[in-house]
């Protein structure tokens, strides 16, 4: 089968990722073998493959994955050949822990992301336990469905985890893949609520998505939105944004901070200005098999409509540096197979 590999550590402008021809890998117990059809670009593969997410060399990146099923292994009970399916940033977890057991396995220390410690979607065929697969909603295409897979359900948790409730104010540092796809939730879900975005350059394409996806004001980092915020969603790589939206939340607001790994340090925190009056600040981290599940009968209710770019699976460097240097709107995803 035809990959995209990552075998060293490098910056994404040197096009580290290698079209290599690998052996199909093969469906072990409980295992389904997928033909993949697309699978999203996500910010996380910036970060394996410039080595602030240390991933198990070599490996095929990508964990936004829609494809068919191709194969059963022995055991498999819950899909068959032909099913349409989605494979999520959440590869395998122990399932015996404190934090499995309790509904939180996405903090399990034995936590396997897809394309990162097991490899993902970036080649014509993938494996992956029946446990962590998904049935995708008929409504969407193969790869319309990809970016919701890990920008929509890592979205979801950030947006369920500022437990924001309707009438309250929201803003949206950066507004990528994932951001594109929580004003939906938040319009649908909390249609009394006012949500603001800061992009990094004013009227970029970024911008121009909030408005057109029913932003109330689009500003960028550093400016005071014209209310404070109850709370807030950081999906940006940088420190300041975190600073900023600390400064402009209201008393008892919440920032939740949607990044696996930050590029830039943040800037030292005034404690009177960003602390004080009971501002609270939460990281998210990785996702459980509930959060998918819930998200993508969400987002066919809803229906969700996410704005994508395709590329080729030999341009995924190009769709890497296109992500880094943020030259398209919404989700990158590779077209793989028809
Ligand atoms: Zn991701
Ligand atoms: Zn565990």
């Excluded at 934090?99 to 970036?122: F, I, P, S, W």
């Excluded at 970016?147 to 104010?169: H, V």
């Excluded at 830039?264 to 609270?280: D, G, M, R, V």
Aim: proline share 5%.
């Amino acid at each position: 089968m035809k990959a995209m590999v990552l075998n060293s550590i490098s910056a994404v402008e040197t096009a580290p990722l290698k079209l290599e021809v690998w052996p199909i890998p093969i469906a072990g117990y409980k295992q389904i073998r997928v033909k993949v059809t697309g699978c999203g670009i996500c910010h996380t593969e910036l970060d394996e493959i410039e080595g602030r997410r240390k991933p198990n060399l070599p490996i095929i990146p990508g964990h936004e994955i829609v494809g068919i099923v191709e194969k059963v292994g022995p055991g498999v009970t819950k899909f068959r050949i032909g099913d349409r399916v989605g494979i999520a940033w959440i590869y395998s977890s122990c399932r015996k822990c404190r934090y499995c057991k309790g509904g939180r396995e996405n903090l399990c220390d034995q936590y396997m992301g897809t394309g990162c410690d097991a490899n993902g979607g970036y080649a014509e065929y993938t494996v992956i336990s029946e446990d962590y697969a998904y049935s995708i909603p008929q409504i969407f295409s193969d790869l319309q469905a990809a970016p919701l897979l890990c920008a929509g359900a890592i979205g979801y948790r950030a947006l369920n985890l500022t437990e924001m409730q309707d009438g309250q104010t929201i803003g949206l540092f950066g507004f990528g893949a994932s951001a594109h796809l929580v004003i939906q939730m938040v319009k649908y879900r909390y249609p009394d609520s006012k949500v603001f975005t800061f992009s990094r350059i004013k009227d970029d394409s970024a911008s121009l998505l909030a408005k057109e996806k029913g932003a109330d004001w689009v500003g960028i980092t550093g400016e005071i939105p014209p209310e404070k915020l109850d709370c807030a969603i950081d999906t940006t790589p940088a420190g300041v944004p975190v600073v900023e939206a600390l400064k402009n939340l209201n008393k008892g607001g919440r920032l939740v901070i949607n990044a696996i790994r930050k590029e830039t340090s943040i800037p030292e925190l005034n404690y009177t200005e960003h602390l004080w009056q009971e501002k609270e600040v939460k990281s998210v981290a990785n996702v459980t098999r509930r959060d998918v599940q819930e998200f993508l009968t969400l987002a066919a209710e809803i229906p969700i409509k996410s704005e994508i770019t395709e590329f080729e699976l030999k341009e995924a460097n190009k769709a890497l540096l296109f992500l880094k240097q943020g030259k398209y709107r919404g989700a990158g995803v590779l077209k793989i197979s028809d």
